[in-house]
């Protein structure tokens, strides 16, 4: 079975733009969260949707903003790019989210802002 | 602030001998406990986790130990091999909410010949 497909792979954007980023879960999976992964920081956690409602938030200004459609896909949009955004994105998809389910991430949106 | 710590941003070990990555956490109310591990230009990927109800769980060559007391768990790899060279992030959670990990920083291990 397919994997978690995020595209696209590399992004090369100016300050004050914005990107959309997508990603395509695991069939069958329900719950979409994404990352976002800098030098010195780890991975950490911008949201997550499930049934195309934001079900959980990280703790990153509005300008981070996402989707979910009814196939379960997700979008992933930042407005006004700053410099500090430059990063990688990551997506995972698990069933529905809950309990200790396995996160399967996809291979991640490197976003460069100049 | 930093939740979940990773202290050695980089670990160097003989192919053959023990691997052992080291994270601190300072949460006591996170209950559930996952390394995952990550080649250049993929995806993280699951490699075992822990309940707080436990203090070891073992899957072939990688062993988790938990000491809650301490707030910190490590993983063993025994023995290492040259294919176990990636970053191995340290995340924690609270049962129910599988799919908001704190995660450490990371460690680059590097298995050599």
């Known amino acids: 079975k397919a994997g978690v497909t995020q595209t696209p792979r590399y992004l090369i954007k100016t300050r004050g733009q914005q990107v959309t980023l997508s990603c395509s879960p695991i069939?069958?999976?329900?719950?979409v969260s994404w990352y976002q992964q800098t030098p010195g920081q780890g991975l950490q956690f911008l949201f997550e949707?499930?049934?195309?409602?934001?079900?959980n938030k990280g703790n990153f200004p509005g300008r981070f903003s996402g989707r979910q459609f009814s196939n379960s896909r997700s979008e992933m949009n930042v407005s006004t790019l700053e410099l500090g955004d430059s990063a990688l994105y990551l997506c995972?998809?698990?069933?529905?989210?809950?309990?200790?389910?396995?996160?399967?991430f996809g291979s991640g949106t490197q976003l460069s802002v100049l | 602030d930093q939740q979940v710590k990773q202290n050695s941003p980089s670990l160097s070990v003989q192919e053959g001998r023990i691997s052992i990555l080291n994270c601190d956490y300072t949460?006591?109310?996170?209950?559930?406990f996952l390394w995952y591990k990550k080649y250049p230009a993929e995806g993280p990927t699951f490699l075992i986790s822990?309940?707080?109800?436990?203090d070891k769980n073992e899957d072939g060559r990688f062993t988790v130990f938990l000491n809650k007391s301490a707030k910190h768990l490590s993983l063993h790899i025994v023995p290492s091999q040259p294919g176990d060279s990636a970053v191995y992030f340290c995340?924690?959670?609270?049962?129910?909410?599988?799919?908001?990990?704190?995660f450490g920083t990371g460690t680059r291990l590097q298995v050599t010949l």
């Open positions: 995972a998809s698990s069933l529905m989210g809950t309990g200790n389910e396995k996160l399967f």
């Open positions: 949707y499930f049934s195309e409602t934001q079900r």
């Open positions: 949460n006591s109310m996170f209950d559930y």
């Open positions: 822990i309940s707080s109800i436990k």
């Open positions: 069939s069958g999976h329900r719950s």
């Open positions: 995340a924690a959670s609270f049962t129910g909410t599988a799919s908001k990990l704190t």
